[in-house]
């Protein structure tokens, strides 16, 4: 017996994107996001400036692209999210569904917080004067200290910044906090910020790529509008050169050095985005003949571009702060991930020609570059369940998306006390990094080795017209298998040190952080038992998605 009638009308009846730009746009607003501003130029300088382009560019070629392609091509060949997919590759490997969307709500919890961060800083910046320009403001401690307003002003070790007050005391609020084990009350002003965030992407998802497709006209083109503005801004400034240099001048010897290629391999992957179940979702509602392959070729090409120019727009900035201070850049560039741009680059804003201006501009930048990443991280969700469940949520879909939005912000909670931000560096840490390596690896090898690549490359030929050449073939088999396992195999098994602000974390919260990522890639261990115990047949025989399509009319349920 063929495939389930029901999921065959619900698969006839899918939608699709209106234009083929929508679904350029809304790629490449999911794979630029926030971490292409603050991550990639923090690596770079980090592991050897200009030098560091070389292996990033070698990891992009011959394992990031190929991730790509390979998902855009399953997604637009079978038609279905992460779950359902997998009942026509290889059912035995369902679980990996399962493990993304756990991961989409693990992320949902806590990378929202960081928008609602910036939409406080959006709000606050309409004023004359910027708050954390000054250190009279009711959160301002005795070591704030304003070098920008009096230059006599000498920077200690005990030195802080009104902005880093701001942020910190202010925004934060983490001195009401003693840590993880007594995060504090909630922030009611945090928890209004997120709630509109929410709101904004309900109202944008909700009816499908139909109206998220048109969002993203907005909100992938504004932020390389407001990236230029600042770029030719930040050129302008004194000192900017200094920023530029420390960010591009080439160390040669770290190319030598293990974890500068560990670094690429991660900074790739986790900027072009394979493994969240979004690339699947989008293509799944392209039309049969579209030529996927260019799309990646042309979409992961911009993200990589895009970090690389973000570059230039921090360093300059960072450069200037430098010269303000009279300190080295590598000392004012000691801030990373969300303090580098709420800390460093607020305070450099603050002491612009009309900060006011370019403060409004740049929020709202970092602001549009969250929402299109939230908008695809929860459609790779929601398309998951709805192709799961057509006969209980495709007439309902309105309903499953305020219902999971809804759970996603009692989930973010926790973020939004004053230890709030304690948590989100528990989760960024913890809860996406190596459950999403393991499941990118295993369904490279689910594809490549179980489903065959031979089978996938008919499958794009009968796409495309052509199949992929010997290149691609080599980098699903062996290459991009062997570049995924090189991040977790290489580093330390000592879990890292974390730390925030002036807080430690203790050794019980890697023990919670362990659990946080073991939650979701457990599914897979555990759907493969629960496979191996309801099937009949050999163990090839239960793997096999030939005889999953041809089985009883029940067995899509599974």
Known sequence: MLENPQRNLWLERRETWSKKVDFLLSVIGYAVDLGNVWRFPYICYQNGGGAFLIPYTIMAIFGGIPLFYMELALGQYHRNGCISIWRKICPIFKGIGYAICIIGFYIASYYNTIMAWA??????????????????????????????????????????????????????????????????GISWQLVLCLMLIFTIVYFSIWKGVKTSGKVVWVTATFPYVILFVLLIRGATLPGAWRGVVYYLKPEWDKLFATEVWIDAAAQIFFSLGPGFGV????????????????????????????????????????????????????????????????????????????????????????????????????????????????????????VFVLGFIVTCFLGAMPTLTFGGAYVVKLLEEYATGPAVIAVVFLESIAVAWFYGVSQFCSDVKEMLGFSPGWFWRISWVAISPIFLLVSPTVQPNIPPELRLFDYTYPYWTVVLGYCIGTSSFICIPTYMVYRLATTPGTLKEVGDHKKSLTSGSDQWLI
Request: proline residues 3%; hydrophobic residues 40%; charged residues 15%.
């Open 279 to 398: 690339l699947l979702a989008f293509a799944s509602y392209n039309k049969f003949h579209n030529n996927c392959y260019q799309d990646a070729l042309v979409t992961s090409t911009v993200n990589c571009l895009t970090s690389f120019v973000s570059g230039f727009v921090i360093f300059t900035v960072l450069g200037y702060m430098a010269e303000m201070r009279n300190q080295e850049v590598a000392d004012v560039a000691r801030d990373t991930g969300p303090s580098l741009l709420f800390i460093t680059y607020a305070e450099a804003i603050a002491n612009m020609p009309a900060s006011t201006f370019f403060a409004i501009i740049f929020f709202l930048m970092l602001i549009t570059l969250g929402l299109d990443s939230t908008f695809a991280g929860l459609e790779g969700v929601i398309t998951a369940v709805l192709d799961e469940f057509p006969h209980i949520w495709s007439k309902r879909r309105e």
């Open 119 to 184: 939409l406080y800083y959006l709000i606050s910046s309409f004023t004359s004067e910027l708050p954390w320009t000054s250190c009279k403001n009711p959160w301002n401690t005795n070591n704030c200290t304003n070098y920008f307003s009096n230059k006599s002003t000498a920077w200690t070790a005990n030195s802080t910044s009104p902005a880093e007050e701001f942020y910190t005391r202010h925004i934060l609020q983490v001195h009401r906090s003693k840590g993880l084990d007594d995060l504090g």
